[in-house]
């Protein structure tokens, strides 16, 4: 029982985190530009969310690997926006990526030592 919620917590955690993120691509719909603009700048500002989805579907099939990716990035996001010093509301943006990261990795673990056994 607690294999199945530490196998699905991280993946519906990493669905709702990627959602939150992309309410903030919808933003560019308001404003005078043309279509084309909009549609450009929702791209744009989606673009984290594609690459983040991407990690996840690679996480789902293979969870170590795509932890660690996923909690490599977030790490590389928070030095990029300087969360430790300068910018600490980021981190709410990027903790919970970090924390389905993490959890893929160690539900790994879990998994292949319960599968040896």
């Given at each position: 029982m607690t294999e199945r919620i530490i196998y699905w917590i991280p993946r519906?955690?990493?669905?709702?985190a990627l959602l939150f993120?992309?309410?903030?691509?919808?933003?560019?719909?308001?404003?005078?530009d043309t279509l084309w603009h909009k549609i450009l700048g929702f791209i744009m500002h989606s673009i984290p969310v594609i690459i983040l989805a991407c990690l996840l579907?690679?996480?789902w099939y293979r969870e170590f690997v795509g932890?660690?990716?996923i909690f490599a990035v977030t790490l590389a996001g928070c030095f990029y926006f300087r969360s430790f010093t300068t910018n600490?509301?980021?981190?709410v943006i990027l903790v919970p990526f970090m924390l389905t990261g993490a959890i893929f990795v160690i539900?790994?673990?879990?998994?292949?030592?319960?599968?040896?056994d």
């Open positions: 519906i955690l990493n669905i709702i993120m992309l309410l903030f691509s919808f933003d560019v719909f308001e404003g005078n579907v690679l996480a932890g660690i990716l600490p509301y980021s981190l539900h790994h673990f879990l998994y292949r030592k319960a599968k040896a």
